[in-house]
């Protein structure tokens, strides 16, 4: 059980953004993604996700091949994922914009709820309690009708993991989820993410800086230029002297 | 297979004419990013001003009741569009309305009742062919007006700097290009040349006040046919146009005929490759 | 109260049917209520595409032609009953309004809106061209009425009584999850994918649901005009709803309805189609340009108090003299 790319090679253009990459992320884990700005990272996420159809490869997820399959396709089959730049409607307020995290899951249909039938009510009412639940879970829940545009972006950050979850999705590729919070802000992201991987969510978070994953991660992967440069834990890629080449070298000194 | 030949003729002269329409709007299109949809008005307005008028001088009179419509409308949009609040939808609705007026007042001042300008109405038979001489005539004018257009953009110092417009009017205007008369001149250049679209159809057909939408959808058709890159694709575009429906009046049952160049346009939009993203630049 | 305030826009319509049922119309005001009630259910149908969906459709008149020479056909050439032609005309126009949705819902808004203009214009032909069919430009006379309604009187009641509960289904939709995960895709179609929001079936079972209720109009016109030409439901009449909706709130519920009322209104007073459509125009362009969210939906209460600021000088003003004293 497990989310598997395979071989995956990207090109704009004449411009080569994944070379052969694979990664595996397995339930209950966090598997860090980290690598210097234009490796390709977010490339590899929008291929896992099926926002990007990669030239080769393949995208298998629990001994599915779906390679093939769009986007919306693949949240069915259990693959969440949040974007570098947080988005949400500034004007929603923070329910509205959990709630929708439902859509997916709900078998709604126009009829049932433009006639409201009870069976519609039903659903409204479990939904409601989900989110809040979820609201809860991440410590928004006096944010509930605030609008969205209001959050300072660490309360953001929450709540775009907040709606991922709602998806119940069996992994979930975080996009570089820590860029721009303080320490303080990190540490409660952080715990947030222990606490998805503890509740058995195949994690993949990709992230620009090595303190952030350290203690984070039970497996690294990084990614220099589209290729996947080294692989393993945090120790060991802090002794690899290719890593430290290409990229630590610079993370230390921060 | 004669008639097949006539019928190619006929959509040599039909094209020439959808050309002329095309090219206002590829003009247009590429200094402003608007998509005029009034181009119909244009030609319309001309031929019936031409029609009733009549010939020799109801060709000045068209040409210039048609470009002063050009010049009214782009105007319009200019002034529309260089507001901070403008958008996209605003500029559509607009330009709906130009339609929507320029036929009320077309029907208000014309009446009803198509109008035509006799003068090209025989044609050419050599053995069994047919050759309209309007054909020969729509053609060299869209030769004529094509090469003009072409030798302008790019022999001239203004046509380099209405390419400079068209490709980044900011950096234009940065560079001390006044981007704001160029487009008006593509508005009222545009203008003649649906003028001449206009006249051409009165002298070979008729034009009545409600041809302005059909010859609109038409022109747009022609334009996007084979991609809006430039005058010369713009003419292609009009000929694969007017083929189709030259084809397919003499070919396929009444019922459907006249509505498959328009079939034709949804199918060439819906396949994505008119893939602008509509901006309302300054 | 919290349970009313989200029906305020029904409540609005229910007050108006009321009047209309009890207050005594003459034969005039009944004709103009039926228009109006027809345009409202027209707009209110591109109020669910364009106000939800982000559609800009210059197909609406078109999709009630369709409904209405469907029943119209039904109920003429083959003699079926008026119920049978309600369930056609609703059926066939969303059938052909999902379908042009399927092709055209990813396209960018210009050129989505000409290729509902390219339909419009292709409808039109079909109906003149297949003079067997539709009785060309002609058109079809002698539509039967619908039994129980008859005269214009109660086809007016009728037509607003539907206004009445498909804005209550509009409030349903707006305030439920689906309309949640419309407003996402208006607002950012990857973000909606990303939740696993099928965008395009989304959007073209929207547009769907859109067209069926421009059937409908469309079946409650012709069996309350009793006859049906091309001209009855044209082009121009989708351009005006599009003003329509624009100028009364695109996405708000009564928006398209005080929309409609204000358009029609303004047509049977003004002489003349060349003043209607300047006058249109102009309502149009100071209304996007001062007020882009429309009538509706725009917060008069700070407009009031923006205007009130400008006019007003403070008190502080008024206490100061003006001239400097000099020493």
């Given at each position: 059980m497990s989310l598997v790319g395979t071989g995956i090679t990207m090109a704009f253009g004449g411009l080569v953004a994944l070379r052969n990459a694979s990664v595996e992320v397995h339930p209950g884990t966090v598997h860090a993604l980290i690598g210097p700005n234009g490796a390709g990272k977010t490339t590899l996420i929008n291929c896992l996700s099926g926002f990007l159809h990669p030239a080769t490869g393949t995208v298998v997820i629990n001994d599915l091949?779906?390679?093939?399959?769009t986007a919306h396709d693949r949240v069915s089959k259990g693959v969440g994922r949040s974007f570098q730049t947080p988005r949400a409607?500034?004007?929603?307020s923070v329910f509205a914009a959990v709630l929708v995290g439902l859509y997916a899951q709900s078998p709604a249909r126009f009829l049932r709820t433009i006639f409201r039938t009870p069976a519609h009510r039903r659903e409204t009412a479990r939904n409601k309690t989900a989110v809040l639940q979820l609201l809860n879970r991440f410590g928004l829940a006096e944010l509930a009708t605030a609008p969205v545009g209001q959050l300072p972006l660490w309360q953001l950050r929450l709540l775009e993991v907040a709606r991922s979850m709602a998806l119940a999705p069996q992994y979930l590729l975080l996009d570089e989820p820590a860029a721009g919070l303080d320490q303080e802000e990190q540490r409660v992201l952080r715990n947030a993410i222990r606490d998805l991987r503890d509740a058995d969510v195949g994690l993949l978070l990709v992230e620009h800086d090595f303190e952030f994953v350290r203690s984070l991660a039970d497996e690294i992967t990084v990614l220099d230029r589209g290729e996947v440069l080294a692989r393993g834990t945090a120790e060991e890629i802090e002794r690899n002297p290719d890593v430290v080449d290409a990229y630590l070298g610079v993370a230390d000194d921060q | 297979m004669t008639q097949f030949i006539n019928f190619l003729f006929l959509a040599l002269g039909l094209g020439a004419v959808y050309a002329l329409l095309a090219i206002p709007l590829s003009v247009v299109f590429s200094t402003t990013g608007v998509i005029d949809v009034a181009v119909g008005v244009y030609a319309t307005v001309a031929g019936l001003t031409a029609a009733s008028v009549g010939l020799p001088l109801g060709l000045v009179a068209g040409a210039g009741a048609g470009m002063a419509c050009a010049g009214v409308v782009g105007g319009l949009y200019l002034l529309i569009g260089s507001r901070p609040k403008a958008d996209v939808i605003l500029l559509i609705l607009v330009g709906l309305l130009v339609l929507l007026i320029g036929t009320s007042v077309g029907q208000a001042v014309f009446g009803v009742d198509p109008r035509s300008l006799g003068g090209l109405r025989s044609a050419f038979t050599p053995g069994q062919l047919i050759i309209p001489h309007f054909v020969l005539a729509a053609a060299a004018v869209t030769a004529v007006m094509l090469l003009a257009v072409l030798a302008l953009l790019h022999k001239t110092r203004i046509g380099e700097e209405m390419r400079a417009v068209a490709s980044n009017p900011q950096a234009a205007g940065l560079c001390g290009i006044n981007v704001r008369r160029y487009q008006f001149a593509a508005f009222v250049a545009g203008g003649l040349l649906a003028s001449a679209a206009g006249i051409l159809l009165g002298v070979s057909r008729s034009v009545a006040y409600n041809s302005s939408l059909v010859l609109t959808l038409l022109g747009f058709g022609a334009l996007i046919v084979l991609g809006i890159r430039g005058p010369a694709r713009a003419v292609a575009g009009g000929l694969a146009i007017a083929l189709i429906e030259v084809l397919s009046v003499g070919y396929l049952p009444a019922g459907i005929a006249t509505a498959m160049p328009l079939v034709f346009i949804l199918v060439v939009l819906a396949s994505g490759r008119?893939?602008?993203?509509a901006s309302s630049r300054p | 109260m919290t349970y009313i305030r989200p029906y305020a826009a029904p409540l609005v319509v229910a007050v108006a049917l009321v009047f209309l049922t009890i207050l005594p119309l003459s034969a005039t005001q009944a004709d103009t209520s039926l228009t109006i009630g027809t345009n409202a259910l027209l707009a209110l149908s591109l109020g669910l595409a364009?106000?939800?969906?982000g559609i800009f459709s210059g197909a609406q008149a078109a999709f009630g032609a369709v409904g209405g020479y469907a029943t119209a056909i039904a109920t003429?050439?083959?003699?079926?009953?008026p119920f049978v032609g309600l369930v056609l005309a609703i059926v066939l126009a969303a059938a052909v309004s999902w379908a042009l949705a399927r092709l055209i819902v990813r396209l960018s808004p210009l050129a989505l809106a000409l290729a509902t203009i390219v339909f419009s214009q292709m409808l039109t032909i079909l109906i003149n061209q297949n003079v067997g069919l539709t009785g060309g430009y002609i058109g079809i006379a002698g539509i039967p009425r619908i039994p129980g309604i008859g005269a214009t009187y109660r086809a007016q009641i009728l037509v607003w009584a539907i206004v009445l509960l498909v804005s209550i289904g509009y409030v349903h939709l707006r305030d439920s999850i689906q309309g949640q995960a419309l407003r996402t895709i208006r607002h950012d179609a990857t973000l909606a994918q990303s939740l696993g929001i099928n965008v395009t079936a989304r959007l073209s079972a929207l547009f769907a649901l859109s067209g069926g209720i421009a059937g409908l109009a469309g079946w409650v016109y012709a069996h309350s005009r009793l006859f049906l030409s091309p001209q009855s439901l044209p082009l121009g009449l989708s351009i005006i709803l599009l003003m329509m909706v624009v100028v009364g709130g695109r996405t708000t519920v009564l928006g398209p309805v005080v929309g409609a009322v204000l358009f029609t209104l303004l047509q049977d007073w003004l002489p003349g189609q060349q003043l209607q459509n300047a006058l249109f125009g102009l309502i149009v362009l100071i209304v996007m340009l001062?007020?882009?969210?429309?009538i509706v939906a725009t917060d008069w209460r700070a407009v009031v108090r923006q205007a009130a600021r400008h006019r007003r000088p403070s008190a502080t003003e008024l206490n100061t003299p003006t001239a400097k004293v000099t020493t």
């Open positions: 091949d779906l390679t093939s399959t409607d500034p004007d929603a | 008119f893939d602008i993203h | 364009f106000g939800q969906g003429t050439t083959w003699s079926l009953s001062a007020f882009p969210a429309g």
